[in-house]
């Protein structure tokens, strides 16, 4: 929509409100909402100012001003505020230069996008991911100078199966149990086809959902792909959405890669595709149907693939799951159709589906960021001609570790992914996609705030495995 659109579907709506979207540093969503009074043709000129000194990872409170400039394309009904919200996706710019904020992760993809045109390589980036999630019915979680714990509850989890529910019913699925049963098994149903129906209300095409294999409420809601921002924008919604629905239903969602010890955790699989001119790039004859530029693309992931964590899975919780036995894709080889793989290549007859999937992210990550320096680490394959080596066509999982020594793995923990960012970096920098400001704030700011904290607390296990000693 164009700016005149936008206003005239606000009012058609009878919206009263309009409601501010942006993201901070690390790709939460934050918001403040105007009185449709305050609304015109104009904002989209002039955006809106506010404070970001205390918006994390952004600029310091002596040069704090910034603009928000709402993203007409954006615009949607919220469905959730009770008076009639517009809800619009904003960029942040500098009020004095009007040039776009380096931080600002949106900022980031948008000039993916504009880096990949500029390449002349191809003109759209397709991405597909598929984020997992996990539904409680109940979280605690404190930690002090003196006690920390956790505590999460399903009334699926195994670990319910002899507790008194006056009735308990049993119907819990068991421990790596949850793929695919029907109801009562599978509890979940409504919920989801609630959320289902809200994400198309807001323009989101869903092509699946079901249940997912870990006990305890996992779930997976299939999103259409779309190109690099939208599809980030449609994460966003997607997140918000889901979140928002569980809670109206007295339930919680949380998208941490691993809230369970000894089931699967949460991954968002992303499917890749390059198109020019209409045409998928990555349809070719080579191995599993594949063009030399989609195997270079590989390539590409594979050599920075330790550095992509820091993005991909940035979260000290992402390696939990990144442990060996939960399917979870540490081994960095490509295969057709191998789920076993950390890079899979969907098996697809139509040379418009030829994709690869990368299989290493989980759903805590920012999309913006996480898809540029995909697209980015791609790119620099294709551009390099790098060759990712020979396909590997059995199960990763069951081999030995002797039979595993010489194929790479991912990133062992985020610290190990942020040292592998500040040495291998340079292919973020080309089109000034990322900047080393952001990449040295991004690593300061994951040491910081949750390297560090962490590494330094003590917690239960440590209790029943030191207190004696």
């Given at each position: 929509?164009t700016?005149?659109?936008?206003?005239a579907?606000?009012?058609?709506?009878n919206c009263?409100?309009?409601?501010y979207?942006?993201?901070?540093?690390v790709?939460?969503?934050?918001?403040f909402?105007?009185?449709?009074s305050?609304?015109s043709?104009?904002?989209?000129?002039?955006g809106?100012?506010f404070?970001?000194?205390?918006?994390?990872?952004?600029?310091?409170?002596?040069?704090?001003?910034?603009?928000?400039?709402?993203?007409?394309?954006?615009?949607?009904?919220?469905?959730?505020p009770?008076?009639a919200?517009?809800?619009?996706?904003?960029?942040?710019i500098?009020?004095?230069?009007?040039?776009?904020?380096?931080?600002?992760?949106?900022?980031?993809a948008?000039k993916?996008?504009?880096?990949l045109?500029?390449?002349?390589?191809?003109?759209?980036?397709?991405?597909?991911?598929?984020p997992?999630?996990?539904?409680?019915?109940?979280?605690?979680?404190?930690?002090?100078?003196?006690?920390?714990?956790?505590?999460?509850?399903s009334?699926?989890?195994?670990?319910?199966s002899?507790?008194?529910?006056?009735?308990?019913?049993?119907?819990?699925?068991?421990?790596?149990?949850?793929?695919?049963?029907?109801?009562?098994?599978?509890?979940l149903i409504?919920?989801?086809?609630?959320?289902v129906?809200?994400l198309?209300?807001?323009?989101?095409?869903?092509?699946?959902s079901?249940?997912?294999?870990?006990?305890?409420?996992?779930?997976?809601i299939?999103?259409?792909?779309?190109?690099?921002?939208?599809?980030?924008?449609?994460?966003?919604?997607?997140?918000?959405?889901?979140?928002?629905?569980?809670f109206?239903n007295?339930?919680?969602?949380?998208?941490?890669?691993?809230?369970?010890?000894?089931?699967?955790?949460?991954?968002?699989?992303?499917?890749?595709?390059?198109?020019?001119?209409?045409?998928n790039?990555?349809?070719?004859?080579?191995?599993g149907?594949?063009?030399k530029?989609?195997?270079?693309?590989?390539g590409?992931?594979?050599?920075?693939?330790?550095?992509?964590?820091?993005?991909?899975n940035?979260?000290?919780n992402?390696?939990?799951?990144?442990?060996p036995?939960?399917?979870?894709?540490?081994?960095l080889a490509?295969s057709?159709?191998?789920?076993?793989?950390?890079?899979r290549?969907?098996?697809a007859?139509?040379p418009?589906?030829?994709?690869?999937?990368?299989?290493?992210?989980d759903p805590?990550?920012?999309?913006?960021?996480?898809?540029a320096a995909?697209?980015?680490?791609?790119?620099?394959?294709?551009?390099?001609?790098?060759?990712?080596?020979d396909?590997?066509d059995?199960?990763?999982?069951?081999?030995?570790?002797?039979?595993?020594?010489d194929?790479?793995?991912?990133?062992?923990?985020?610290?190990?992914a942020?040292?592998?960012?500040?040495?291998?970096?340079a292919f973020?920098?080309?089109?000034?996609?990322?900047?080393?400001?952001?990449?040295?704030?991004?690593?300061?700011?994951?040491?910081?705030?949750e390297?560090?904290p962490?590494r330094?607390?003590p917690?239960p296990?440590?209790?029943s495995l030191y207190?004696d000693c």
């Amino acid at each position: 929509m164009t700016p005149k659109e936008v206003v005239a579907f606000a009012k058609e709506n009878n919206c009263q409100m309009v409601d501010y979207k942006f993201l901070d540093f690390v790709g939460i969503w934050q918001h403040f909402t105007q009185p449709m009074s305050e609304f015109s043709e104009d904002t989209f000129e002039e955006g809106v100012g506010f404070d970001g000194s205390s918006i994390r990872g952004w600029q310091p409170i002596h040069n704090s001003d910034m603009l928000i400039m709402p993203d007409p394309k954006t615009a949607k009904v919220d469905p959730f505020p009770e008076v009639a919200t517009l809800s619009i996706i904003c960029n942040i710019i500098d009020p004095f230069t009007r040039e776009g904020y380096s931080r600002d992760p949106r900022y980031v993809a948008r000039k993916a996008e504009a880096y990949l045109k500029s390449t002349g390589l191809a003109d759209t980036a397709y991405f597909g991911p598929e984020p997992e999630f996990f539904i409680f019915d109940d979280v605690r979680f404190s930690s002090g100078m003196n006690q920390s714990f956790y505590h999460v509850d399903s009334i699926e989890g195994c670990w319910n199966s002899g507790r008194e529910e006056f009735p308990n019913l049993g119907y819990k699925p068991a421990n790596k149990g949850g793929y695919f049963p029907v109801a009562p098994t599978d509890s979940l149903i409504d919920l989801r086809n609630e959320m289902v129906q809200m994400l198309q209300s807001v323009g989101i095409r869903v092509e699946a959902s079901h249940h997912e294999v870990a006990t305890g409420g996992q779930c997976e809601i299939d999103m259409r792909f779309d190109s690099l921002v939208q599809m980030a924008d449609t994460l966003q919604w997607f997140k918000y959405i889901v979140r928002n629905v569980a809670f109206r239903n007295g339930k919680t969602v949380t998208f941490m890669p691993k809230p369970l010890f000894g089931d699967n955790g949460s991954g968002m699989h992303c499917h890749q595709s390059l198109w020019k001119d209409g045409k998928n790039l990555f349809a070719g004859d080579g191995y599993g149907g594949l063009s030399k530029m989609a195997l270079y693309y590989i390539g590409g992931i594979i050599k920075h693939a330790k550095a992509l964590c820091a993005f991909t899975n940035p979260g000290t919780n992402s390696y939990k799951r990144l442990v060996p036995g939960y399917e979870a894709p540490v081994n960095l080889a490509y295969s057709n159709r191998n789920r076993s793989a950390s890079i899979r290549i969907p098996a697809a007859s139509n040379p418009k589906a030829k994709r690869i999937e990368y299989r290493t992210p989980d759903p805590s990550c920012n999309g913006y960021l996480a898809f540029a320096a995909m697209l980015m680490a791609g790119l620099d394959g294709i551009e390099n001609k790098i060759d990712p080596g020979d396909p590997l066509d059995k199960d990763i999982y069951g081999l030995s570790p002797e039979e595993l020594k010489d194929i790479p793995a991912v990133a062992s923990s985020l610290e190990d992914a942020l040292k592998n960012l500040e040495q291998d970096h340079a292919f973020l920098l080309k089109g000034d996609v990322f900047t080393e400001d952001l990449i040295e704030k991004w690593i300061e700011y994951k040491m910081e705030a949750e390297v560090n904290p962490v590494r330094m607390r003590p917690v239960p296990l440590e209790f029943s495995l030191y207190f004696d000693c």
